[in-house]
Nanobody
Framework: VKLQESGPGLVKPSQTLSLTCTVSDDSITTNPYTWSWIRQPPGKGLEWIGYIAYSGNTYYSPSLKIRTSISRDTFWNLFTLRLSSVTPEATAVYYC???????????WGQGTQVTVSS
């Protein structure tokens, strides 16, 4: 399986960050996988943002839930992240990843840098 993130590298404060993860060589509807967004701010550890499951159910980090939306397009086999009202603290490398029944992330995108700045 291959995952590829895409989206703007620069977002202005208060705007909505929008990223897409395109998946190849597997279907995002394959049981039992979940498809996550994870970010890493500069000099900090990984932060899980949320996921969309093979069923279409979503689950978000409680700290980001109010501003986060993850959706999918099963025809194009991709899923998207929308994070609203961003501040410079949202500057990070954003990754999409797959997690299976073993509860480990077994596939990652290469990551995409997003900078929030005016």
């Amino acid at each position: 399986v291959k995952l590829q993130e895409s989206g703007p590298g620069l977002v202005k404060p208060s705007q909505t960050l929008s990223l897409t993860c395109t998946v190849s060589d597997d279907s995002i509807t394959t049981n039992p996988y979940t498809w996550s967004w994870i970010r890493q701010p500069p000099g900090k550890g990984l932060e899980w943002i949320g996921y969309i499951a093979y069923s279409g159910n979503t689950y978000y980090s409680p700290s980001l839930k109010i501003r986060t939306s993850i959706s999918r397009d099963t025809f194009w086999n991709l899923f998207t992240l929308r994070l609203s009202s961003v501040t410079p603290e949202a500057t990070a490398v954003y990754y999409c990843a797959r997690r299976g029944a073993t509860m480990t992330y077994d596939a990652w995108g290469q990551g995409t840098q997003v900078t929030v700045s005016s």
